[in-house]
């Protein structure tokens, strides 16, 4: 993606969307939100102001063969100064297989570097205007298309697109990676209490805890409880520790993500992660149960420092120990 001019700040995301039934705006939606701090309008209450957003998200949904003539006259007008920015285009539509070469005509303004991506459209007989209905039975008879209900929407595959969008505008600014080790490591070892998210299916739990940081990884030392009954079905957890703060100048806090292992006395790096506490063999023998040990390693760290605008980088610094990418079939043709 094109790199932004600002610095220091919190990156601002515009989408630009067009809508006759309803499904790209609720996936221009699932953009605002994902990719917020946000703006979202249509091509028609598009303002000056929004031209210093830092993402631009422009959806269309396709009718007859092309994206939406208001869409198309946005791009085409603005394409100077949108050719600066960084932007992304998705479409909605029935055909999927023809997908994003419905997009090639604005990626022939924009440059073929813009990523692009075809959803999964709606399509609802009953709502269809006369003209549209009229439009879709002549095709319909022409092709042998059968004209029916449609519902091939999966906000899944939108939620994953938004977020690895997400990922990549976030590493805009971000500071060099030795220097966020070593602050992140700062903030946990200075910190001692937590918020342990646990959760399987529709149940989640937020629990507050205290912890303990060590060699990179989150301990936390439990007797047992309800937490237990999402981590036995589901090994992953995140934790968010954060200060009190009195205005948005001084905002920090830090969510991690990883892999938990729970371990029981007699188990593998139990007796090890006890030691850390400074508890000894005969002390842990005198307890009257069972001590566990929730051990976190993580693989995402956010750390949100609002004071790093001071330094002129983004004030959410993303460390992975992973890497993140759009699968092939997302990427722009
Ligand atoms: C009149 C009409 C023409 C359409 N033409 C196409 C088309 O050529 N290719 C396609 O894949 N989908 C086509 N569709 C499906 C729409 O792209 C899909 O329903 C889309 O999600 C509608 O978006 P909206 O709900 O935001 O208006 C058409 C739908 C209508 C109503």
């Known amino acids: 993606m094109r790199s932004h001019g600002r610095r220091?700040?919190?990156?601002?995301?515009?989408?630009?969307?067009?809508?006759?039934?309803?499904?790209?705006?609720?996936?221009?939606?699932?953009?605002?939100?994902?990719?917020?701090?946000?703006?979202?309008?249509?091509?028609?209450?598009?303002?000056?102001?929004?031209?210093?957003?830092?993402?631009?998200?422009?959806?269309?949904?396709?009718?007859?063969?092309?994206?939406?003539?208001?869409?198309?006259?946005?791009?085409?007008?603005?394409?100077?100064?949108?050719?600066?920015?960084?932007?992304?285009?998705?479409?909605?539509?029935?055909?999927?297989?023809?997908?994003?070469?419905?997009?090639?005509?604005?990626h022939t303004f924009l440059g073929d570097e813009v990523p692009a991506v075809a959803f999964g459209g709606r399509l609802r007989t009953a709502d269809l205007d006369r003209d549209d209905?009229?439009?879709?039975?002549?095709?319909?008879?022409?092709?042998?298309?059968i004209l029916q209900d449609r519902d091939l929407l999966d906000m899944k595959a939108v939620a994953a697109y938004a977020l690895a969008l997400r990922e990549r505008l976030e590493c805009i600014d971000l500071m060099p990676e030795k220097e966020l080790r070593a602050r992140a490591d700062r903030f946990l070892r200075t910190h001692s209490e937590c918020v342990?998210?646990?959760?399987?299916?529709?149940?989640?739990?937020?629990?507050?805890?205290?912890?303990?940081?060590?060699?990179?990884?989150?301990?936390?030392?439990?007797?047992?409880?309800?937490?237990?009954?999402?981590?036995?079905?589901?090994?992953r957890a995140s934790v968010a520790i954060y200060d009190h703060h009195t205005s948005m100048e001084d905002v920090r806090g830090m969510q991690l993500t990883g892999g938990v292992e729970v371990l029981r006395p007699?188990?593998?790096?139990?007796?090890?992660?006890?030691a850390l506490r400074g508890l000894t063999a005969d002390e842990i023998a005198a307890f009257p149960a069972d001590l566990n040990?929730?051990?976190?390693?993580?693989?995402?760290?956010?750390?949100?420092?609002?004071?790093?605008?001071?330094?002129?980088?983004?004030?959410?610094q993303v460390l992975r120990d992973r890497t993140f990418s759009l699968s092939p079939r997302q990427q722009r043709p």
């Open 196 to 235: 342990l998210a646990t959760g399987h299916g529709r149940a989640v739990r937020a629990t507050p805890v205290d912890y303990l940081y060590a060699d990179g990884r989150i301990y936390i030392y439990s007797e047992g409880g309800a937490k237990f009954a999402y981590l036995v079905q589901n090994p």
């Open 266 to 274: 007699g188990e593998p790096g139990h007796e090890e992660a006890l």
């Open 8 to 106: 220091g700040l919190m990156l601002r995301t515009c989408v630009v969307y067009e809508s006759k039934y309803g499904t790209t705006a609720e996936v221009a939606r699932a953009f605002a939100l994902v990719l917020g701090p946000s703006r979202m309008c249509r091509p028609e209450m598009f303002s000056e102001d929004l031209k210093s957003s830092d993402l631009f998200v422009i959806g269309t949904p396709i009718y007859n063969g092309e994206v939406a003539p208001s869409i198309r006259r946005f791009v085409e007008t603005n394409a100077s100064w949108l050719r600066e920015k960084p932007v992304a285009l998705f479409c909605t539509c029935i055909k999927l297989h023809k997908g994003r070469t419905y997009l090639t005509e604005l």
């Open 133 to 145: 209905r009229n439009a879709l039975t002549f095709y319909a008879k022409r092709t042998g298309f």
């Open 293 to 316: 040990v929730i051990r976190i390693t993580p693989d995402e760290t956010v750390y949100l420092d609002t004071s790093l605008k001071k330094e002129e980088y983004a004030v959410r």
